[in-house]
């Protein structure tokens, strides 16, 4: 992890810095400015890492403040390097072919301080809209056949919500405005396809968060399954927490519910990574399940699909992929997982992807929408 974390911070800081180098080289012609561009920027690139080191001496208000302005950069950051990349492809080429007009050549310093100031309203209005979108949860319906008796049960009303990330970003107001939509469509079950919590699950206590899974109203219950946000942050504490408050962990388990259907969840695949220990394999959990009832699965990361299939579940439900959460991210995303948002079938087996209810890191989604899931299972 150490290494990680260090290649992480080692690529924030070399596009930090070229896009710090393109600012100040904007600049020429009003150098009085550039020094507080200077404390701007270094205030903006800090502002993250200083939230998370310095949170147990500042506050969790205070430490709140500066984690959002650190996050909301990082989408402005990533924007910002790919319209300076792009920027810098054209002058390079500009050398071999010589296409730009004579205006922008005929004085190069404001041409560049022209466009840095088209550059920062873009990226601007990128992030604003990224962030208004990000708040505006929509409602995913779909109905799914399965061919088997599910006892007394014709259908069945499945509300699922993934990567809701509580914590510093995601809190009471969010998850609130969440919880009422999820309560408007009358599940018959809540599922909850892991990164319930962002990271440490302090942050989640310190704003009483549990409290509102409580107010959730379902037929039975409230089901979850940890993500890899959960391990990164300690899953054991997370899961005790959300245990107290009505939320059920299935973990590498399965449960019978009403004699009517199986609830299956696994571990995160990367639980390994954080705490050393494997999970169970899917035969093995599916070792005491009752096929002739329906089976329904959550696997936070949507990998090996075909497995579920050849392990006869009828339903699997995953999140953590966001679709990427900010274009163009999302090319990424669709090369790793199949799908990473969305509807698959195979064989009898029903799957669907969620880009997720909440966000990790910024606050902002661009080229996908927050969504809660409301699928009806209809049975034969």
Request: proline share 3%; charged share 15%; hydrophobic share 50%.
């Amino acid at each position: 992890m150490w290494i990680f974390f260090t290649i992480v911070f080692l690529i924030h800081f070399l596009v930090n810095f070229y896009i710090f180098i393109r600012g100040w080289q904007s600049l020429s012609l009003f150098p009085s400015v550039r020094p507080y561009f200077t404390a701007l920027f270094i205030f903006l690139f800090l502002s993250y890492i200083l939230a998370r080191v310095l949170e147990k001496y500042i506050g969790f208000s205070v430490a709140n403040v500066f984690n959002r302005i650190g996050s909301m950069w990082l989408a402005a950051m990533l924007y910002f390097f790919l319209i300076i990349l792009f920027i810098d492809l054209l002058r390079m080429f500009n050398q071999w072919l010589h296409f730009f007009p004579a205006i922008i050549m005929a004085n190069y310093a404001k041409t560049k301080f022209i466009t840095m100031i088209f550059t920062v309203c873009a990226v601007l209005l990128l992030i604003t809209y990224g962030f208004i979108n990000a708040n505006i949860v929509r409602i995913t319906t779909m109905s799914m056949r399965v061919n088997k008796q599910a006892g007394n049960l014709s259908s069945l009303n499945i509300v699922m919500l993934s990567d809701i990330h509580l914590g510093t970003i995601i809190g009471q107001k969010k998850l609130g405005a969440i919880i009422s939509k999820v309560n408007d469509l009358s599940p018959d079950i809540v599922l909850l396809a892991g990164d319930v919590v962002d990271e440490n699950v302090r942050h989640v206590i310190i704003q009483n968060l549990g409290a509102e899974f409580e107010k959730i109203k379902s037929k039975y219950g409230v089901y979850a399954v940890p993500g890899n946000h959960e391990f990164i942050g300690g899953a054991d504490a997370a899961v005790a927490y959300l245990e107290k408050h009505q939320v059920h962990f299935l973990r590498d388990t399965a449960v019978l519910i009403d004699n009517s259907f199986w609830v299956a969840g696994r571990n995160d695949k990367d639980m390994s990574r954080f705490n050393g220990k494997t999970r169970k394999t899917l035969e093995t959990i599916m070792v005491g399940v009752d096929k002739n009832f329906p089976v329904i699965l959550m696997d936070h990361q949507p990998f090996s699909l075909e497995k579920s299939a050849e392990n006869g579940v009828d339903v699997q439900f995953s999140g953590h992929t966001h679709h990427g959460q900010i274009y163009p991210l999302n090319l990424i995303t669709r090369g790793i997982y199949h799908p990473d948002w969305g509807y698959r079938k195979i064989g009898d087996t029903h799957f669907y992807v969620s880009c997720g209810v909440g966000t990790w890191g910024p606050p902002v989604r661009i080229g996908n929408y927050p969504e809660i899931v409301n699928a009806k299972i209809i049975f034969n």
